[in-house]
């Protein structure tokens, strides 16, 4: 089945200290992979993607991920929290399929930012 | 300011009530698409448009009804709802039909709220 999972719901961390939210695929994405970030009231907005080449993306905010194929893997990163990076974070696979292809998303990764 | 505007931010609707959700874009982008966002799950696409016309219908109830009367505006028309259906509905547009070769760009939402 098509899925996308985020292994942590809610991750706390301090302020300053570096990050790493997990995302895993299922078999069969395309994979064109995906983290986009939601802060309060406000819409998903795309931090950066994947579709081919080098494994380690860089993004907007100083987010970074890094595709591995044998891990079925895509894990955001960022080596300093900020507390304006307290939001949820959202990875998202595209698969082919039929006439139209589908972008899955995971149910989210909550980020707590503490002093 | 995103691109994508949606209104009403909230919205508070009895079972019986017949409302609409508005969404704009002034991106000068093709495609526009609604999602659902309910606690603890997924993203769900419910619509795609792609200039104009519908090219995704992901199986859902026809008490949620769609309209795209032109490329930069998009409706979903509301009527007898239930309790389940209280969520935040996100708007997105892109330039492609697929949301990959173009990012999504979201809107706020509009939370609703079924009574």
């Known amino acids: 089945a098509q899925s996308v999972t985020q292994p942590d719901i809610h991750i706390t961390v301090s302020e300053g200290a570096s990050l790493e939210l997990r995302c895993n695929y299922s078999y069969g994405a395309t994979p064109y992979l995906f983290w986009y970030v939601q802060s309060p009231g406000q819409g998903l907005q795309l931090l950066l993607k994947?579709?081919?080449?080098?494994?380690l993306v860089q993004g907007i905010k100083g987010f970074e991920a890094e595709f591995k194929r044998s891990q079925s893997s895509f894990n955001l990163r960022k080596p300093s929290v900020h507390w304006s990076d307290a939001a949820e974070y959202f990875c998202?696979?595209?698969?082919?399929?039929?006439?139209?292809?589908?972008?899955?998303f995971g149910k989210g990764t909550k980020l707590s930012v503490k002093p | 300011e995103t691109g994508v505007t949606q209104t009403p931010r909230h919205l508070v609707m009895g079972m019986t009530n017949k409302k609409s959700l508005k969404c704009e874009q002034h991106?000068?982008?093709?495609?526009m698409y609604w999602y659902k966002q309910s606690a603890k799950k997924p993203l769900e696409l419910m619509f795609v448009y792609s200039l104009e016309e519908r090219v995704e219908n992901n199986s859902v109830p026809s008490r949620f009804s769609p309209e795209c009367p032109n490329s930069s505006h998009l409706f979903l028309h509301l009527h007898t709802l239930q309790p389940e259906d209280s969520a935040l509905y996100l708007c997105?547009?892109?330039?492609?039909?697929?949301?990959?070769?173009?990012?999504?760009?979201f809107g706020n939402g509009t939370r609703l709220t079924v009574t």
């Open positions: 997105a547009s892109s330039r492609g039909k697929t949301g990959v070769d173009s990012p999504l760009h």
């Open positions: 998202a696979a595209y698969y082919y399929g039929g006439s139209q292809g589908n972008l899955i």
């Open positions: 991106l000068g982008h093709n495609a």
């Open positions: 994947y579709f081919s080449g080098d494994t």
